[in-house]
């Protein structure tokens, strides 16, 4: 089975500007989470999506959003870019059926610099 | 809110030696618990979790975990170190029927040969 897969791998955007990063989660999962890490605040949840609907949401301004689609893939979007949204970009999949433990699976995340 | 708490951003441990890493972690209600390890440039790999069941949990890579309800811990050990296992190791918790995991600030462990 395919693992998650996150394109593009690299990225670099000018500050003001928006960026979309895009998440294929495993084949037959529902759930996708988004995760920030940076150095100074470490690992961070954005938001987690489940049958395209936004089931959790983390502590982070409007200009972060995200989205689903039938197929599962996920987006997120952060628009009018700062310096300090300069991270890697992690999404998870998981098959998140409804509460018993589903293990969640990481993708190699999208590294974007802004400059 | 849960939240963990990982002590010593960068541990050394000799080639052999013992690796420990310490995880503790506040939560409200029954917690699940993780252990995640980061090669460079990579996204992270589950080690092993911890979802109410047995407390000494064995993960991959020779890795364990012990869940201490009393001490609201979660320690990973491994007895004797490799030098492939030179990473970053993060502790996390979770509500038990979600997936928004919080995660302690990480551990870079250095294995000197």
């Known amino acids: 089975k395919a693992g998650v897969t996150q394109t593009p791998r690299y990225l670099i955007k000018t500050r003001g500007q928006q960026v979309t990063l895009s998440c294929s989660p495993i084949?037959?999962?529902?759930?996708v989470s988004w995760y920030q890490q940076t150095p100074g605040q470490g690992l961070q949840f954005l938001f987690e999506?489940?049958?395209?609907?936004?089931?959790n949401k983390g502590n982070f301004p409007g200009r972060f959003s995200g989205r689903q689609f039938s197929n599962s893939r996920s987006e997120m979007n952060v628009s009018t870019l700062e310096l300090g949204d300069s991270a890697l970009y992690l999404c998870?999949?998981?098959?998140?059926?409804?509460?018993?433990?589903?293990?969640?699976?990481f993708g190699p995340g999208t590294r974007l610099t802004v400059l | 809110a849960q939240s963990v708490t990982q002590l010593g951003s960068h541990v050394s441990v000799s080639e052999g030696a013992l690796v420990l890493l310490r995880c503790n972690y506040s939560?409200?209600?029954?917690?699940?618990l993780f252990w995640y390890v980061q090669y460079p440039n990579q996204g992270l790999q589950l080690l092993l979790k911890?979802?109410?069941?047995?407390?000494l949990v064995k993960g991959i890579n020779g890795f364990e975990a012990e869940f201490k309800k009393s001490e609201t811990s979660f320690h990973l050990t491994k007895p004797s170190a490799h030098m492939s296992d030179a990473a970053e190791y993060f502790c996390?918790?979770?509500?038990?029927?979600?997936?928004?995991?919080?995660f302690g600030k990480g551990n870079q462990v250095v294995v000197i040969p």
């Open positions: 939560s409200s209600v029954p917690p699940y």
């Open positions: 911890y979802t109410s069941a047995a407390t």
């Open positions: 999506y489940f049958s395209e609907t936004q089931r």
């Open positions: 084949s037959g999962h529902r759930s």
């Open positions: 998870a999949s998981s098959l998140g059926q409804g509460y018993a433990y589903n293990e969640q699976f």
């Open positions: 996390a918790v979770s509500d038990q029927g979600n997936n928004r995991l919080a």
